[in-house]
């Protein structure tokens, strides 16, 4: 099973990923895409990354605004898997 990160390894993390906020065990980002279109497309990408690594983040879907969660559910909070989901789902937003 994964481990858990402490408080300063979430910290030390964020740093690196600006657009994401650490809200108790999830780290969240909302992205505001060009239309609702294109949110559909990042959310079916990152669906298409998520199966790929088997961990799946929480999408909310609100016109073009989605927010991902990430949460490691089997370990009850954070781990590593978050954090390297997260920057992928950042790449993957990036390069829409
Ligand atoms: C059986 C399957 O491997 C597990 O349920 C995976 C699926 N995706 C997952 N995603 C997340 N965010 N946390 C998990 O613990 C998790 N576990």
């Known amino acids: 099973m ?5 408080d300063e390894e979430i910290s030390d993390a964020l740093t690196k990923l600006p ?3 650490r809200e108790g ?3 969240t980002r ?3 895409l060009a239309s609702f279109g294109q949110a559909m497309e990042a959310v079916n990408r990152v669906a298409e990354l998520a199966e790929s ?3 799946h ?4 879907i ?4 989605v927010t991902f969660r990430l949460s490691t559910h089997s370990a009850g909070g954070l781990t590593a898997k978050d954090v390297s989901l997260a ?3 950042d790449e993957t937003i990036d390069n829409l």
Not at 2 to 6: G, K, Q
Not at 57 to 60: E, F, G, S
């Open 53 to 55: 690594v088997n961990h």
């Open 62 to 65: 609100r016109w073009r605004n």
């Open 57 to 60: 983040p929480d999408i909310d």
């Open 2 to 6: 994964a481990e858990l990160l402490n």
């Open 30 to 32: 909302t992205a505001e």
């Open 19 to 21: 657009t994401w906020q």
């Open 25 to 27: 065990d999830s780290i």
């Open 87 to 89: 920057e992928q789902i």
